[in-house]
């Protein structure tokens, strides 16, 4: 994991959830006086079509709850809006942020490589330049669970809620800035069959739900450590509140990504602070 890129679908996707070797990516949350337990889903934002399959486990526990939270509310058009809105930058492009000779190096990769043409990306974010990248990654066309648990949701006629706004969720994500980013782009193409084998590495331990071997090979970068206050444990405290007030008013759904589940930091664990009880559903 050399790159943002990467560490965007780790921490969205992978982490420990401090159980006892369970793999399971659905955790039930009783406890605390409530009469209906909730659940809590770990996502990987984007899979290819064979791996969208939610588990009748799972969509049981959606019917049956009374709401629906995503990170994003992303039924809520103003949102989306908000969210297309910020992928692009203002006052530069690409071509100002890297050397002539790393620009024409991206440029040959994304002809050759993606048949796509740089030039119409310019004012595009490096971060969402580089998830271009993402179906020559998995090899595949991929989809999104989160739209998945969005239609699961409509056909049951149960409200979608967000757990964060995209404004905020850009603003982390973007953090590092333009510059940096598009560093790791240039890096990360110059690399690409590494990254490629790294990521479908550890997509292979997603697909298993062997989370305690995800979180292992997640610890091994020491790159990015000073990015995880932000991308993840500040965003769990902040969330945690929201989770609480949800499931006492009603029996909730929640689904998020997984690498936000682990850790003594993590959701699970600060729910177990709070009192809640949070146990691994096979």
């Known amino acids: ?23 399971s990516l659905l955790y039930e949350i009783s ?45 809520d058009p103003k949102e989306m809006m908000s969210m297309m ?9 690409l071509k100002d942020l890297v050397s002539t ?27 969402v330049i580089m998830s271009m990248m993402y179906p020559k990654m998995l090899g595949c066309t991929p989809g999104s669970p989160e739209l998945l648990f969005v239609q699961q949701a409509t056909t049951a006629k149960k409200p979608v809620l967000g757990l964060e706004t995209a404004d905020y969720q850009f603003s982390i994500l973007t953090k590092p800035g333009d510059k940096k980013a598009a ?43 000073d990015q995880m206050e932000d991308l993840l444990w500040n965003r769990n405290a902040n969330w945690v509140p929201i989770i609480t007030k949800a499931i006492q008013e009603k029996p909730s759904f929640f689904a998020v990504g997984a690498g936000h589940l682990g850790g003594d930091k993590g959701v699970i664990a600060l729910l177990k602070k709070q009192g809640y009880k949070v146990k691994a559903v096979k």
Do not use: W
Request: net charge negative; with cysteine; hydrophobic share 35%.
């Open 31 to 75: 406890g605390k006086g409530l009469t209906h337990p909730s659940y809590i889903y770990g996502t990987f934002h984007l899979l290819c079509q064979q791996d969208l399959k939610l588990s009748p486990v799972t969509l049981e526990k959606v019917k049956n709850s009374d709401q629906v939270y995503l990170e994003l509310d992303m039924d």
């Open 183 to 225: 560093e790791q782009l240039v890096e990360f193409v110059k690399d690409f069959q590494k990254s490629k084998k790294e990521f479908n590495e550890l997509l292979a331990l997603y697909r298993s739900q062997d989370v305690e071997a995800l979180y292992l090979a997640t610890q091994k970068d020491e790159q990015f450590k």
């Open 101 to 127: 000779s790393d620009y024409e190096y991206l440029n040959g990769f994304f002809k050759d490589s993606l048949k796509m043409n740089l030039e119409s990306m310019q004012k595009m974010k490096p971060f």
């Open 1 to 23: 994991m050399r790159n943002f890129f990467l560490l965007i679908c780790l921490i969205c996707s992978f982490q420990s959830f401090g159980q006892s070797g369970e793999k």
């Open 85 to 93: 809105n910020k992928m692009y930058m203002k006052d530069q492009g």
